[in-house]
T-cell receptor
Framework: SQQGEEDPQALSIQEGENATMNCSYK?????LQWYRQNSGRGLVHLIL?????REKHSGRLRVTLDTSKKSSSLLITASRAADTASYFC??????????????FGKGTKLSVIP | GAGVSQTPSNKVTEKGKYVELRCDPI?????LYWYRQSLGQGPEFLIY????????DSGLPNDRFFAVRPEGSVSTLKIQRTERGDSAVYLC?????????????FGPGTRLTVL
């Protein structure tokens, strides 16, 4: 079952603009991660934010986490055509069986128009 | 160094046939995960290995699905009596450990099509 839900499902912006994607989840988490998936390629890890952190930066990426609202946002600043991809949030909660399996949302499909 | 590799990249089979999908994790990664991604969806967890043992197989949809990792490295996902609903991209991921803070590195996936 899918834990998270990304919003919006699709987003189209002009190159240079900022893109904001949101993720909501249902149960308590250990941490939350964002991944990017280009068409026909595997998932690439972007950033991990721990449950006790509120904000994290990595290059043009900014992630926030609000555990009281069970939500996170991913901001990509100064977007580029190469940022065109699907973006997924994934929550990472200990399963009790020894694994920290990731539970993904359905993703946001971002299109950056040159 | 080499990332996670998966073979074949594409597999087309007929309903009722048996298939094997292979995953080569990053060298030294003890944790290995299999996920399944249907069209328009995010990946869904299938099974997790720590070393040679399947520590968590709670995501396997039914007993037609089975996975092994006999030497704690390469893993094979096996699907018996395939059904059209099994069509999806099967993703493998590996990580150094299972502290929950270890990044999972994903392979490119195997696209399975059951006709």
């Amino acid at each position: 079952s899918q834990q998270g839900e990304e919003d919006p499902q699709a987003l189209s912006i002009q190159e240079g603009e900022n893109a904001t994607m949101n993720c909501s989840y249902k149960t308590s988490i250990n941490n939350l991660q964002w991944y990017r998936q280009n068409s026909g390629r595997g998932l690439v890890h972007l950033i991990l934010i721990r449950s006790n952190e509120r904000e994290k930066h990595s290059g043009r990426l900014r992630v926030t986490l609000d555990t009281s609202k069970k939500s996170s946002s991913l901001l990509i600043t100064a977007s580029r055509a190469a940022d065109t991809a699907s973006y997924f949030c994934a929550t990472d909660a200990y399963s009790g069986a020894g694994s920290y399996q990731l539970t993904f949302g359905k993703g946001t499909k971002l299109s950056v128009i040159p | 160094g080499a990332g996670v590799s998966q073979t074949p990249s594409n597999k087309v089979t007929e309903k009722g046939k048996y298939v094997e999908l292979r995953c080569d994790p990053i060298s030294g990664h003890t944790a290995l995960y299999w996920y399944r991604q249907s069209l328009g969806q995010g990946p869904e967890f299938l099974i997790y290995f720590q070393g040679t043992g399947a520590a968590d197989d709670s995501g396997l949809p039914n007993d037609r699905f089975f996975a092994v990792r006999p030497e704690g490295s390469v893993s094979t996902l096996k699907i018996q009596r395939t059904e059209r609903g099994d069509s999806a991209v099967y993703l493998c991921a590996s990580s150094l450990g299972t502290s929950g803070l270890n990044e999972q590195f994903f392979g490119p996936g195997t696209r399975l099509t059951v006709l």
